[in-house]
């Protein structure tokens, strides 16, 4: 398995577990920083390699009316003082070609979402960065389809690759988690992340938005770091009752301590047997 660095990060066979976290949409400016605080100090205590999530844009909302984030500029602004403040990566999703040019100066990874997996004049426009880029795979596809989107990746001459297992459409307004898509997606040379919150959602359960089982959250984070994940992606909020995006999936803050190390422990326990 080739191993994808992200600034000081190591990530793949044999390094520790990493963590992609933050709230799913940038709400402020003064959120964003305070949130990267206590997931930058909950981080060191554990001694878990971080990489800041939140999104500029979010482009892919069941509503109109739906909260989407300050946008591009704004948002890339607020992302830069987060890593110059904090010393984390940052990570958020990239959704147009156009976008690519600006997002590569501040973005220490370069997220496709699952919708646009197959989108090969994004994904080249992410791999001819040079940047880390985290693809998320489709609902739609098979995990052994991701090879496609790798040799996409790969022939751009960038080997700085994560593949996201996040859920396959079962029926409507489901996903289920099938984690033999884990070793699969491994068998294609690079780490696979496991996103435990868009693993959770009820795809437009709720009409206007998506509904979610926070409650899973850990049960499903649990098993997938057994198989053998090498990241966990974990979008997390101090109030989930007032998050203006994923409301009903991401995980609290006062949740996140307990789980991380048990799934540190998980992933020890991996690594002593092989």
Known sequence: MHTTTVRHISIGKNHPLALIAGPCVIESRSHALETAHFLTDLATELNIPLI???SYDKANRSSYTSFRGPGLTEGLDILNEVKSTYGCPVLSDVHTVEEV???KQVLDVLQIPAFLCRQ???VTACAQTMRPVNIKK???????????VVD???ACG????????RGTTFGYH???????AIPIMQALGYPVVFDATHAVQLPGGLGGMSSGERGMIPYLAKAAVAAGANVIFLEAHPNPAQA??????VIDFKDLKPLLKALQAIHALNLSHG
Request: aromatic share 4%; no cysteine.
């Open 138 to 148: 489709g609902q739609f596809l098979a995990p052994q389809d991701m090879k496609n």
């Open 52 to 54: 800041y999530k939140s």
């Open 120 to 122: 090969t004049d994004l």
């Open 174 to 180: 489901n996903l289920v988690v099938d984690m033999r």
């Open 101 to 103: 040019v600006e997002a």
């Open 244 to 249: 203006k995006s994923d409301a009903l999936s």
């Open 158 to 165: 960038n080997q700085q690759i994560l593949l996201t297992e």
């Open 152 to 154: 996409k990746i790969t």
